[in-house]
């Protein structure tokens, strides 16, 4: 039984995941999940009302349901924490005006999840900054080991696939090998240099089928990029559906490992990998086996690249110079 753990401070991806999760979407078909929803005093009313709709939807998979506003009764005994909550960033708002707002609720948790939760317990962080957000769980929970942190950049890895479905009109199953490199933030580097498509006569290089490399280094990167603003720009709303998705896409993935030949992108403490300073949360590619990710290394890099991952993880240090002082 695999108990997983969301919080559901930010209702929108909150109500979107919990029906993925009881569905098997998340942590696969066969198995079955007790479901921990942590909420804040303000929602304990419609956390309960979330809590009767999963009864009344009659999940097979569902063994139980937990809807709590007690941080340590929902991080008791969790195998998977995925970090949803936080304040969230609205139209006009930088991500970085949302983080002395959640760098404290981070510190808490962090607490409550080293002290409660399942040895092994794997904690991927949705919420903004999501990658600093990490960061900061890593630090306040210290016998969490680092390899067990990570957050979510597999939404910025599907919207790069997405788009590039988009512009050759193939499935987007078809798509693979997209990464993002760095932050989830408008610096990331979305980069196809390794991505393939499957086509009838075999897989073909992305940019040799879409043999437009100024909109692959141009507007193909800055749609990427900036998709969570028009989302939010669009629906006044960040994105939910999307950011569930792909949040099962990460665990699932990670429990359950990738297909051979298809790298992921996630947000992993960085080892120096590709020069990217260490002690960062960075999103780099990475293949998962045994419940572990790897990071997919010898990838040939070109100064282009270069200076784009250079360019996010600069952002990431600033990131977390400023969490920090947030805390001090
Ligand atoms: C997204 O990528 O959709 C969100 O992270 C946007 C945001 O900044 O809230």
């Not at 709709?53 to 998977?80: M, R, S, Y």
């Not at 317990?121 to 929970?141: Q, R, S």
């Not at 960075?282 to 070109?302: K, N």
Request: charged share 20%; net charge negative; aromatic share 6%.
């Amino acid at each position: 039984m695999i108990k997983s753990g969301g919080m559901v401070l930010v209702r929108q991806i909150g109500y979107a995941l919990v029906p993925m999760i009881a569905r098997g979407v998340m942590l696969g078909a066969d198995q079955p999940v007790i479901l921990h929803m942590l909420d804040i005093e303000f929602a304990a009313e419609a956390l309960k009302g979330v809590k009767m709709e999963l009864i009344d939807a009659a999940f097979p998979l569902l063994k139980g349901v937990v809807a709590t506003t007690d941080v340590v009764e929902a991080c008791t005994g969790v195998n998977v924490a995925v970090m949803v909550g936080g304040f969230p960033r609205k139209e006009g708002m930088e991500r970085k005006d949302v983080m002395t707002k959640n760098v404290s609720i981070y510190k808490a948790q962090a607490s409550a999840l080293e002290a409660h939760a399942a040895p092994n317990c794997k904690v991927l962080v949705v919420a903004n900054p999501a990658n600093t957000n990490a960061l900061i769980l890593k630090e306040f929970a210290p016998s969490i080991p680092e390899k067990n942190i990570s957050c979510l950049t597999r939404l910025d890895h599907n919207r790069a696939l997405g788009q590039i479905s988009e512009r050759l009109g193939v499935q987007v199953s078809d798509v693979k090998n997209a990464i993002i490199w760095g932050n989830h933030s408008s610096s990331q580097y979305p980069d196809v240099n390794h991505a393939t498509v499957k086509t009838p006569s075999g897989e073909k290089p992305v940019r040799e089928l879409v043999q437009d490399d100024e909109w692959l280094n141009g507007e193909f990167i800055a749609t990427v990029q900036q998709r969570g603003a028009a989302i939010i720009k669009a629906r006044k709303l960040s994105s939910a559906l999307s950011a569930a998705s792909s949040a099962c896409d990460h665990i699932r993935d990670w429990v359950l490992g990738t297909a051979e030949g298809t790298f992921v992108s996630m947000g992993v403490y960085s080892d120096g990998s590709y020069g990217v300073p260490a002690g960062l949360i960075y999103s780099f590619p990475v293949t998962c086996s045994g419940g572990e990710w790897t990071i997919v290394q010898g990838l040939p890099i070109d100064e282009f690249s270069r200076k784009k991952m250079d360019a996010t993880a600069q952002e990431l240090s600033e990131e977390k110079a400023l969490a920090y002082s947030c805390l001090a």
